[in-house]
């Protein structure tokens, strides 16, 4: 305790991990994300890295945008094209009912 009660913690009280993590993300933080939760994992760990309601029992997410993330980076990789590709919304695409995207043809995504 320091002077007026404050808690004072330094670094030999915080574990060298969540140190490292801190500085990475202070370097390049995670980018905004309006899911009601969600999780990072350290792949070669198999840890939690961090997340926001990660505990929380939920219902997948559509198996479409899954099934469409998969595809298009499986497309991107095969035929070489960047993160900052430009595609084009077609009619066919504009029109499908049922979406929240609000779409409109003619409106250009990148990959």
């Known amino acids: 305790m320091g002077k ?3 808690l ?3 670094e030999q009280d915080i574990p ?4 490292k993590l801190a500085k990475i993300l202070m370097d390049k933080p995670a980018p905004h994300c309006s899911a ?7 792949q ?4 939690l890295m961090f997340g926001k309601n990660e505990k929380e029992r939920r219902e997948v ?6 099934m469409t993330c ?3 980076l499986q497309l991107q990789e095969r035929f070489k094209q960047k993160d900052d590709t430009l595609v084009e919304i077609s009619d066919d695409a504009a029109g499908i009912h049922g979406t929240s995207a609000d779409l409109l043809a003619g409106d250009t995504l990148t990959i």
């Open 16 to 19: 060298a991990k969540e140190i």
């Open 36 to 42: 009601q939760s969600w999780a990072i994992f350290d």
């Open 70 to 72: 998969y595809v298009v």
């Open 61 to 66: 997410a559509s198996i479409t945008k899954i």
């Open 4 to 6: 007026n009660g404050q």
């Open 8 to 10: 004072i913690i330094t």
């Open 44 to 47: 070669k760990t198999n840890a």
